[in-house]
């Protein structure tokens, strides 16, 4: 017998976790089918993604060439040992050097990104034979036990200690610049107090500096133009690696294959997943210069896991990027991306609630406040009511809430039309009208 949706958000909330919640407070969606843009509960309503639900089903739900790429593949092998290989994935590996910058080449697969941050952590430190790794403090990076510890956001004080060596600097945030600074008059504190920051921690003792390539669910953050270059010279004259996670910002996401390469440069590593699949099966890649991929070529790789390579996840991301290709949705990013940041600054004129907009390609959010002035972030309760707002009018989207900001997101896949990017965009606007009352009443 079929069960409700009730019996199902019932039994889900009895018998499962539900992730960073409290759990008693979890109201999930059952969702019973999706289609490009759109998924449908399991009492017929329809919502518009405008979170690629969690940014990785970039290419929309459901296309058929990954679909049938992944019942051809089960139907022949779904799982072959580690240490065994599989057509799809020599082909995979092929590929993934193909569309990554410069002498990107060889890959080391995981089930996702946490674990892809967590193997990149280990190969850096064989490599370089140093111990510390440098990340933002707005930043995410995964939930395992040396993904967490780079992670700079609040969900790494709840679970320290955590992995020792990783060293925290402050970010190049253009609206609530930690420095001080003005965008018309800055100087770029936030690359000399990096480099002071290596100086203190010993240049010698850094194995790797991990950036996301845009930041992602601590706000969205598009660094200045000259930041990833300058960072990159930083690494290079201290023997440093870069590595680039492109967990969220890969894959067409930014209107290039990887954010990095908006500012033409290449990373010892890149990290990835979400897009790669499409979230169509879990995968995970931590992908290497040439340089230290031949270094292991005698050295052993102190990495493993049962499901590197997997058959069924290979297929699938060897379908999603010749999706990508096919459907030129790397560059409907781009394109539609400017006209995505028209709107979103005509949205700041008009609603006097909105602080800040950031955009670059389809990965963009509003980040609102109580005065634009102060910017005195906006209340949670009042992001409670615009979130259910959404909800009840058929738009799902991420949220977030916090010390660091009060944000909404727009990040819808990459298939996208202009018409359906409005269709969202009216009902955000007309839940930005609570946040207007919230200031016009003080």
Not at 71 to 94: D, M, S, W, Y
Request: glycine share 8%; with cysteine; aromatic share 10%.
């Amino acid at each position: 017998m079929k069960l409700s949706s009730q019996e199902i958000i019932d039994l889900s909330r009895e018998y499962t976790f539900f992730s960073w919640s409290v759990q008693s407070q979890v109201h999930p969606i059952p969702v019973e089918r999706a289609e490009g843009i759109y998924f449908w509960d399991t009492d017929g309503k329809r919502y518009i993604d405008f979170s690629s639900q969690l940014m990785n089903t970039n290419i929309g739900h459901q296309h058929p060439k990954v679909v049938k790429a992944i019942q051809q593949q089960a139907a022949q092998i779904c799982f072959v040992h580690p240490g065994n290989t599989t057509e799809v994935r020599a082909r995979l590996g092929k590929k993934l050097a193909e569309v990554t910058p410069g002498n990107l080449k060889k890959t080391f697969f995981t089930l996702g990104g946490a674990e892809a941050n967590e193997n990149a952590i280990k190969i850096a430190r064989f490599y370089t034979g140093r111990h510390k790794i440098l990340a933002r403090y707005r930043s995410y990076h995964g939930a395992t036990h040396g993904s967490i510890a780079l992670t700079g956001d609040y969900r790494r004080l709840a679970v320290e200690p955590t992995m020792p060596g990783a060293v925290h600097f402050l970010d190049p945030h253009c609206y609530r610049c930690p420095f001080g600074q003005k965008k018309e008059s800055c100087a770029r504190e936030c690359i000399k107090h990096l480099e002071e920051v290596i100086q203190y921690e010993g240049p010698d003792k850094i194995a790797a500096i991990i950036m996301e390539g845009v930041v992602g669910s601590n706000g969205l953050i598009v660094p200045p133009d000259d930041y990833w270059p300058r960072v990159r010279e930083i690494c290079d004259k201290y023997g440093i690696l870069l590595i680039s996670d492109e967990v969220m910002s890969g894959w067409g996401r930014t209107g290039q294959w990887f954010a990095v390469d908006n500012w033409n440069v290449v990373p010892d590593i890149i990290t990835t997943a979400k897009g790669i699949t499409s979230g169509y099966a879990p995968l995970g890649a931590v992908i290497v210069s040439e340089k230290i991929a031949q270094f292991f070529e005698d050295k052993y790789l102190y990495a493993g896991l049962t499901y590197n390579g997997h058959a069924l996840s290979a297929a699938a991301a060897l379908a999603t990027i010749e999706v990508y290709e096919e459907d030129h949705l790397i560059e409907n990013a781009r394109v539609l991306g400017k006209y995505l940041g028209e709107r979103l600054e005509a949205i700041k004129a008009a609603h006097p609630a909105v602080g800040d907009v950031r955009y670059i390609g389809l990965f963009s959010a509003i980040e609102l406040v109580k005065d634009r002035e102060t910017k005195e972030v906006l209340p949670p309760g009042l992001m409670g009511q615009i979130g259910a707002f959404l909800r009840e009018n058929g738009l799902f989207t991420f949220l977030m809430a916090s010390s660091m900001g009060s944000m909404v997101f727009i990040v819808p896949p990459l298939c996208i039309t202009r018409e359906q990017l409005d269709e969202g965009l009216a009902i955000i606007e007309k839940a930005l009208t609570i946040a207007d009352k919230a200031v016009s009443d003080g």
